[in-house]
């Protein structure tokens, strides 16, 4: 469905770019002088321009797009954002005392904003009062510009745990707690379920390495998520808290500060994603924006080197990274936005190209929907970034985005003449 304001070309083709997505991993190349046929919202036909335009201009009218020898990958997915994030400092305190008319406000011009920054999925981690669900519906009703939404609604955590102060959270406590407390976000909407397993950098009470549910709790957890179809994903710190949580079933980590070789190759074995939200622990400027406590600022800061570590050995190991900001994806930070700055952090580890693969395809892969998303093939919803520089040569590529395309429709094109510029 569409805006009733921006009508849709039927048949858009884009024309003087070169294509590539993750899959150069496995050894595809670039495709130069590329031309990429979308018809409503989904790619048609990709490959040689000639080919491609003679296909296109057969089925009937066409308007050609000239992306002036553009890269073109598929959109960025960012796996732990908050539209609703409120730290501890005045910043987050002027989010936390918003009532629900202008949090919802807020939300939507982050998801915006989000999306002008060529992030056309996100993943939310836990987000005030469920208005992620309102702000996931105005976005597929065309009532408001943002990425495709796949949300955990509040995140599960024990009495006093890990970000309890805010309504992002659900207090929950024993195993019949927290199966309610799974089965409640997921009558809410939720589409995969996070939960709290150790304490964190932004709480006052506890450290990182303090765990917060017992076995039966976690394992409640996660048995109820998976009855119902839905993976769950962790906050969680201290190596031994991580690998409990992998042998129970767990299918991804946030951060990740303290992992072990031994930890990172049972979650290698067993399949379970690691977030490593670099950006947490070196983003004083952010911080300091924020108003945030020099006690919260010590134990970000004091943590960055192991967790770099702690990431380099999960990579070592061979667990799947994927990008994710957890500062607001589009929050301008070192001269760019959170989720580019977060991806160059973990392609100075894992080099450009696999960083290409988990910003887009490895992500998408977790969400379930490679059917439709994370690569530039015949079939797949035509959501679409262009740049200038090649992000082969280095992740700073993508502070280059000037062009956004979400479901076959231009929401972004810096070229103030060009066509579709002004939708
Ligand atoms: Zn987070």
Redesign the pocket.
Known sequence: MTAASAPEPSSLLLGNCTVLDARVVDGSRPLPDAGVWVRGDRIAAVGPYAEVAARARAAGPVTDLDLDGAYLTPGLVNM?T?FS?SLPGAGGDSVKSMGPHDLALYMADGARRTLHCGVTTVRC??EKDHADFALRRAIAAGRTEGPRIHTAGRALVCTGGHGHESSDTLECDGPVGFRHGARSQIRAGADLIKVMISGGIAGEHERIHTPQLFTDELAAVIETAHAWGRKVTA?AGPAEVIGAAVDLGLDCV??GYQLTPQVAARMAERGTALVP?LL?TRCKEFFDELGVPEWMQCRSLGAGPGHLESFATAVAAGVQVLLGS?MPPFWHFEGTNATVRELEYMAEVIGPARALHAGTLGPVRWLGVEDDRGTVQDGKLADLIAMDDDPLDGAAAFRGVRWVMKGGRVVRDDRAAAPGGAR
């Open positions: 732990h908050h994030l981690v836990a906050h946030e951060h939200t947490v957890d």
